[in-house]
């Protein structure tokens, strides 16, 4: 039965605040999917009232780049180089997906997100209606597009258009405004000049957005200028490719000119800091695109290459990973990293209107955790340091998305754990004797 209205008392609030964050303690009021009212003496009759004291509050967390049926290959082939990984694990093992597949992987990945305080991804796969189907049913929110690769194969362009296409058309703005869609050109080393040209097109014509992977590796850089004769930013902005609704995983290898582009064009950027480090694939410049007024998110990439989809793990890492890189400890402090994980990837998916922050009129996507954990204490004065530098996943006690409770004292209320995790063991134990 679904809860109409919620009462968070007494709680200490932590919410994004121009750059910084604003800590405080109050009350919040949720009706139906949306936060009503916000305040320090909330009387209302409500169905249900959730004790604060002791914990925190803030907006669910933001992955703006995942593969979540991958979920299935964690552990698959780990301390590998990219194209090894890829070539000899990765899609060997991706040729024997079907839709029942996708679809357990997906209701995996939303376990595992749910638990870790994770309310909204942004996507990229296969057999995405059967992905949807698992995100409708888990309650949580979800950006999915298909992962559309040619090689400059016309018959093959027209499949992954025609597939993409029917996500949009079947699941674009379901379940209840959660699901919306994208277009997922793979990347400008997979696909063709023509089929990036038509997604720019067919975005507009659908006014979604696009989803793609860049500059991840120093070889697909390559690729792309000896078969272009510019960098990949540089060869999409050529072909008016650009724009604030791209958003672009990984930018790793960057030029001063691409960043340029990246500012001007007003594009977004997701950071995977775990997974490019896992693959040694190098470490995107994010102190210097913030400095330039880039918005950065971040995504945790599939579970393949990460290898779970914790985003306060990833929080810390982006962090500590900038303050080693630049020698300097002050750069990305964790005020920054929280509004990465949350406001900026909401905006990223274009959904800050909604989503990112706690407000009145904005959906209720929120997270409570537990202040009195053993790695949150004693409580640090900045609760923003203490959620980048010291919490987990495991310190999430509540999640809440579109106003349902999906999660509660760490029990998941809206999917059967046990049978879930069943059914992936039983999955990829098939997949492996095919």
Same mark, same amino acid.
């Given at each position: 039965?679904?809860?109409?209205? %919620?009462?968070?008392?007494?709680?200490?609030?932590?919410?994004?605040?121009?750059?910084?964050?604003?800590?405080?303690?109050?009350?919040?009021?949720?009706?139906?999917?949306?936060?009503?009212?916000?305040?320090?003496?909330?009387?209302?009759?409500?169905?249900?009232?959730?004790?604060?004291?002791?914990?925190?509050?803030?907006?669910?967390?933001?992955?703006?780049?995942?593969?979540?049926?991958?979920?299935?290959?964690?552990?698959?082939?780990?301390?590998?180089?990219?194209?090894?990984?890829?070539?000899?694990?990765?899609?060997?093992?991706?040729?024997?997906?079907?839709?029942?597949?996708?679809?357990?992987?997906?209701?995996?990945?939303?376990?595992?997100?749910?638990?870790?305080?994770?309310?909204?991804?942004?996507?990229?796969?296969?057999?995405?209606?059967?992905?949807?189907?698992?995100? #409708?049913?888990?309650?949580?929110?979800?950006?999915?597009?298909?992962?559309?690769?040619?090689?400059?194969?016309?018959?093959?362009?027209?499949?992954?258009?025609?597939?993409?296409?029917? +996500?949009?058309?079947?699941?674009?703005?379901?379940?209840?405004?959660?699901?919306?869609?994208?277009?997922?050109?793979?990347?400008?080393?997979?696909?063709?000049?023509?089929?990036?040209?038509?997604?720019?097109?067919?975005?507009?014509?659908?006014?979604?957005? %696009?989803?793609?992977?860049?500059?991840?590796?120093?070889?697909?850089?390559?690729?792309?200028? #000896?078969?272009?004769?510019?960098?990949?930013?540089?060869?999409?902005?050529?072909?008016?490719?650009?724009?604030?609704?791209?958003?672009?995983?990984?930018?790793?290898?960057?030029?001063?000119?691409?960043?340029?582009?990246?500012?001007?064009?007003?594009?977004?950027?997701?950071?995977?800091?775990?997974?490019?480090?896992?693959?040694?694939?190098?470490?995107?410049?994010?102190?210097?695109?913030?400095?330039?007024?880039?918005?950065?998110? %971040?995504?945790?990439?599939?579970?393949?290459?990460?290898?779970?989809?914790?985003?306060?793990?990833?929080?810390?890492?982006?962090? +500590?990973?900038?303050?080693?890189?630049?020698?300097?400890?002050?750069?990305?402090?964790?005020?920054?990293?929280?509004?990465?994980?949350?406001?900026?990837?909401?905006?990223?998916?274009?959904?800050?209107?909604?989503?990112?922050?706690?407000?009145?009129?904005?959906?209720?996507?929120?997270?409570?955790?537990?202040?009195?954990?053993?790695?949150?204490?004693?409580?640090?004065?900045?609760?923003?340091?203490? +959620?980048?530098?010291?919490?987990?996943?495991? #310190?999430?006690?509540?999640?809440?998305?579109?106003?349902?409770?999906?999660?509660?004292?760490?029990? %998941?209320?809206?999917?059967?754990? #046990?049978?879930?995790?069943?059914?992936?063991?039983?999955?990829?134990?098939?997949?492996?004797?095919?």
């Amino acid at each position: 039965m679904e809860t109409k209205t %919620i009462l968070i008392k007494d709680i200490t609030i932590l919410n994004p605040d121009l750059g910084n964050v604003k800590e405080f303690q109050g009350s919040v009021l949720i009706e139906n999917d949306k936060i009503a009212k916000i305040g320090n003496n909330i009387n209302e009759s409500v169905d249900k009232v959730i004790d604060g004291k002791g914990k925190i509050l803030m907006p669910g967390l933001v992955n703006t780049h995942n593969h979540i049926s991958m979920n299935l290959f964690r552990g698959l082939a780990d301390d590998l180089e990219l194209n090894t990984w890829l070539n000899d694990h990765i899609w060997p093992m991706e040729s024997h997906l079907n839709s029942n597949y996708c679809y357990i992987g997906a209701l995996l990945a939303a376990v595992e997100m749910i638990k870790s305080g994770t309310t909204t991804f942004n996507d990229m796969y296969f057999y995405m209606g059967s992905v949807a189907q698992a995100i #409708d049913k888990a309650g949580i929110r979800g950006v999915l597009s298909y992962g559309m690769i040619d090689f400059g194969d016309e018959e093959k362009r027209e499949h992954e258009f025609k597939e993409n296409i029917d +996500l949009i058309k079947d699941f674009n703005n379901s379940a209840n405004g959660r699901i919306t869609c994208r277009f997922g050109p793979h990347s400008p080393v997979t696909c063709s000049k023509e089929l990036l040209e038509r997604v720019r097109e067919e975005a507009n014509k659908y006014n979604v957005g %696009i989803h793609i992977h860049m500059n991840e590796t120093q070889k697909e850089i390559k690729d792309v200028v #000896d078969s272009t004769g510019m960098r990949p930013f540089e060869y999409l902005n050529s072909l008016n490719f650009l724009s604030s609704d791209v958003l672009a995983a990984h930018c790793v290898w960057l030029s001063d000119n691409e960043i340029d582009i990246l500012k001007q064009k007003d594009v977004q950027v997701s950071h995977n800091p775990c997974s490019n480090m896992k693959l040694a694939s190098g470490i995107a410049p994010v102190s210097k695109l913030l400095n330039k007024g880039v918005n950065v998110s %971040i995504g945790t990439d599939g579970v393949a290459s990460n290898n779970n989809l914790d985003l306060f793990e990833e929080m810390k890492f982006a962090s +500590l990973l900038q303050k080693v890189n630049d020698l300097n400890p002050e750069v990305l402090p964790s005020n920054q990293v929280f509004n990465m994980a949350t406001i900026n990837g909401a905006k990223a998916l274009s959904l800050d209107k909604d989503i990112g922050s706690i407000e009145v009129g904005k959906k209720a996507d929120l997270i409570l955790l537990d202040k009195k954990s053993i790695n949150m204490t004693p409580d640090s004065k900045i609760s923003s340091s203490n +959620l980048v530098y010291s919490a987990n996943g495991s #310190d999430v006690l509540t999640t809440i998305c579109n106003g349902q409770i999906l999660m509660e004292d760490k029990k %998941i209320l809206c999917l059967n754990e #046990d049978k879930v995790k069943s059914l992936a063991n039983e999955a990829i134990l098939e997949m492996k004797n095919l």
